[in-house]
């Protein structure tokens, strides 16, 4: 399997409401050190089955995004994060 191939099968699996850095692609891809490939690869990436704005910078930065630019990656992140099992369970009341 190509190193492509390889990231695309890493970010597809990436479930909603969660992110990997470019550098956990990277090493779940087996090139550690590839961290600026995977951001290569991503930024060719138009399949909307490959959910590439889950894959943000290591220091929490957004990182490109080539369908609509950061403020479009912040939003579609913002909403995935809002409708996550997650965030449900955060938001319901506790009992005291």
């Known amino acids: 399997m190509s190193f492509k191939a390889r990231v695309h099968s ?15 692609v990277a ?20 399949d909307p089955a490959i ?3 889950r ?16 403020t479009a990656k912040i939003a579609i992140l913002t909403g995935e994060w809002q409708n996550s099992a997650y965030a449900r369970k955060r938001r319901t009341p506790q009992s005291p």
């Not at 891809?29 to 995977?38: I, T």
């Open 10 to 24: 890493i970010v597809k699996k990436i479930p909603k409401g969660k992110t990997l850095t470019y550098k956990e």
């Open 27 to 46: 090493k779940r891809a087996g090139s550690p050190r590839a961290f600026r490939a995977v951001g290569t690869v991503l930024s060719k990436n138009f």
């Open 55 to 70: 894959v943000i910078r290591s220091d929490g930065g957004m990182g490109g995004y080539n369908r609509g630019g950061i």
């Open 51 to 53: 959910p590439c704005h």
